[in-house]
């Protein structure tokens, strides 16, 4: 089986398709930033303290950039020294959910490019970390463009804390090298599955 693309859809389905197949094969044309959401069941004591201070994260809600509950940070990236700003981001790859490493941050992070390279520095470091093959891994990790915030390429978060191609078994499932189709030709095929097939002149996007 091979699924085309590595979008924030396909890095949720990959790794469950991936259970159920004997080899997955993952076209991507271009990486992108994935990290762990850090999504889990809510336990029976975390459902009474969400019932227990459901005004106050209403408030944070309604009083936060984005209608989130995390809180903003006041800090910028190099108020901190870089043992600390580290120590921040581990806590937010391992503990915080959600899109609180992005508005829990440093309030910079969107607009200074030091500090958007040093935390896509971490994030890459992780993927490298995580993947077993060095070669799968830099297939993984972008190097056109830095993190994005929330104005550019969407960045993806993954609710497995380990990815497809960052399981101990990864061999199974790798990111190939060659491109996914061309723009054009995705459209070409996209019209023809209304009409139920590919136009012969359609080469598969599985070559």
């Keep these: 089986m091979a699924v085309i693309g590595t979008g924030a859809s396909a890095v949720q389905l990959i790794p469950e398709i991936a259970k159920e197949v004997a080899e997955l094969v993952v076209y991507q044309r271009t990486p992108n930033w994935n990290s762990p959401l850090n ?13 227990a201070t459901y005004e106050q994260i209403y408030e944070s809600c ?3 950039f984005a209608g989130f509950v995390h809180r903003a940070s006041p800090k910028r990236t190099f108020d901190d020294p870089k043992d600390e700003r580290w120590a921040l981001y581990e806590c937010f790859w391992l503990h915080q959910k959600g899109f609180a490493k992005l508005i829990s941050n440093y309030r910079d992070l969107m607009t200074n490019r030091e500090a958007n390279a040093e935390f896509s520095e971490f994030i890459a470091a992780k993927i490298r970390e995580r993947v077993n093959d060095p070669a799968v891994a830099e297939k993984l990790i972008p190097t056109d463009h830095g993190l994005p915030a929330c104005a550019a390429r969407r960045w993806r978060r993954s609710t497995t804390r380990r ?38 002149s359609t080469v598969s996007p599985a070559r």
């Excluded at 995705?186 to 012969?200: I, L, N, Q, T």
């Design 39 to 51: 999504n889990g069941k809510i336990t029976d004591e975390e459902q009474a303290e969400i019932r």
């Design 62 to 64: 309604m009083s936060s």
């Design 163 to 200: 990815t497809t191609a960052e399981r101990d078994a990864g061999d199974s499932t790798r990111p190939r090298s060659s491109p996914s189709p061309r723009p054009h030709r995705d459209r070409r095929w996209e019209r023809a599955r209304h009409r139920g097939g590919p136009p012969a």
